[in-house]
């Protein structure tokens, strides 16, 4: 943990005379944190900032500094680091161990500040926070008093700008549910007032679901722009951030019955969402060399095979991945599922 930040208050709006930047890496947890983060570093008076979005150069930079075989979403966020060397005063990279009881996140996340202090030494100013259901709520308080001090502000203040982002997150999630958007475009028209892409006339001739983890499936680098590639074919594209946490959760039990992983809703409990709701067609998304998704992903296909009646696409992503290859398996998909269902409505 970093030290203390030097600040001072304006005694009636609490905020900073002297602006001090947070940066966030625009992956792993960005996609589905970042409305949270925001509004509380904002709230307490910092000033906050993102990476450029992923890029060729940002990607070979990060692969350089990691083993061959590190999954493509670390490689990525390692480059996203790097590019916010000497322009923040702060980097935030916290620790998100679990988020439920005996449920786990993946090891490569669990010493995300180790690893990135171990290939990037020239970054030393990291903000980390831990957060481990598993260890209780003495240790998750103990961990919000250690980043209260590094960022030298008052309890009270904290303990606002910490409800006032939960509340903020909260609306963002139903958002996203309502107007059925993806994690990225809930974030462009929070931010940048930026409405979503023009979506297909409706009713669309029919439609798919996407799973797999936010960073993989919301990064339009690393996927090649997969979820706008979909829709330019007339299909309603359904993505895990539009379904309740409550039909998540009786997905997953319809497929592995507990949650053993973080991200497990994303995967299993998406797809047995999918499965229930009759949807055309299931692509699975997921990263090279990702121990979890291996077995997730293999789950959710065998489910969607034994349903017989539900063509399911695995598509895995590493750097080298040719775009030609995914658009070629991509159109391959859809056409089957066209045909299939323009021959059960015969």
């Known amino acids: 943990m970093i030290g203390k930040i030097q600040a001072t208050y304006h005694s009636d709006q609490y905020k900073r005379h002297i602006m001090l930047t947070i940066g966030i890496p625009r992956a792993l947890h960005y996609y589905k944190y970042y409305p949270l983060w925001y509004s509380f570093f904002n709230d307490l008076g910092f000033q906050v900032i993102t990476s450029p979005p992923t890029c060729k150069t940002c990607l070979d930079e990060g692969s350089i500094r990691l083993i061959s075989d590190t999954c493509l979403p670390v490689k990525a966020y390692v480059g996203h680091v790097l590019s916010l060397k000497d322009k923040c005063d702060l980097v935030f990279v916290p620790v998100i ?25 020239e970054m030393s100013n990291l903000l980390e926070i831990e957060i481990d259901v598993n260890k209780g709520d003495k240790f998750l308080k103990k961990q919000m008093q250690h980043l209260r001090l590094a960022l030298n502000v008052d309890s009270g ?30 974030i462009n028209l929070l931010y940048d007032q930026k409405e979503p892409p023009h979506r297909i006339a409706q ?30 074919f007339k299909v309603e594209v359904i993505t ?14 319809t497929i592995s019955e507990h949650s053993y992983w973080t991200s497990e809703s994303e995967v299993i409990g998406a797809v047995g969402s999918y499965l229930e709701n009759k949807l055309d ?12 998704d291996s077995l997730m992903m293999h789950l959710a296909e065998r489910k969607a095979d034994a349903n017989g009646l539900t ?15 995914l658009v070629t398996r991509l159109e391959a998909f859809l056409e089957m599922v066209s045909r299939r269902k323009r021959n059960v409505r015969l």
């Open 97 to 121: 161990r679990s988020l439920e009881k005996k449920v786990h996140n993946c090891s490569r996340f669990l010493g995300l500040p180790d690893l990135v202090k171990s290939v990037v030494p």
């Open 203 to 232: 009713p669309p001739e029919f439609k798919i679901g996407i799973t797999g983890h936010p960073y993989v499936t919301n990064d339009e680098y690393i996927n090649h722009n997969l979820i706008q590639r979909i829709r330019k």
């Open 311 to 325: 063509p399911f696409l695995a598509l895995t992503l590493e750097e080298h991945s040719s775009e030609t290859g």
């Open 281 to 292: 067609g299931i692509i699975g998304v997921t990263a090279f060399s990702c121990g979890p």
């Open 157 to 186: 203040n904290f303990e606002r700008s910490s409800q006032k982002a939960i509340q903020t997150y909260l609306k963002f999630l139903a958002v996203l549910r309502k107007r059925q958007l993806t994690y990225q475009e809930g």
């Open 240 to 253: 895990p951030e539009m379904i309740s946490r409550r039909s998540l959760q009786k997905g997953i039990q």
